[in-house]
């Protein structure tokens, strides 16, 4: 009988190392295996630079090399949205970040709106600052 493949995997994430970005998933299906510590993929990690990480019992899809979820190479690719968590808008010309709290940044493409609702103070730091 051929070995069962799970390469590709659905999992909780049960621990965070923000120094690190990255986590240990557990995987409720396979009777509660935690995976070693993953890396967590991001959009960038060079001269340009994106941080951000899932919280602690957020569902994530996996991907490993092997078969071996507790020793495999693998990373976290992300988050999905579920029936407890959906997306807060719906449109193909938006972006947005939706922050714990009820902060939020917006952009419309399709009208060029930035909007920033923001719950506490906004700090711009730089050397000018030019508003239009």
Known sequence: MAEEKN??????????????HSARVTFEDKDEVVSAELPILTTYASKNNLYH???????????????????????IIGSIYNDENSPKISSLDKWRVDFDGGSFIEFD????????????DIILNGKKIYLN
Request: glycine share 12%; net charge negative.
């Open 7 to 20: 390469v590709v995997r659905r999992g909780i994430i049960s621990a965070i190392y923000p120094e690190r």
């Open 53 to 75: 990480l899932p919280d602690i019992g957020e569902t994530v899809y996996c991907i490993f090399e092997d078969n071996d979820a507790q020793e495999g190479d693998g990373v």
């Open 109 to 120: 493409r399709s009208t060029g709106n930035l909007e920033i609702s923001c719950k506490g």
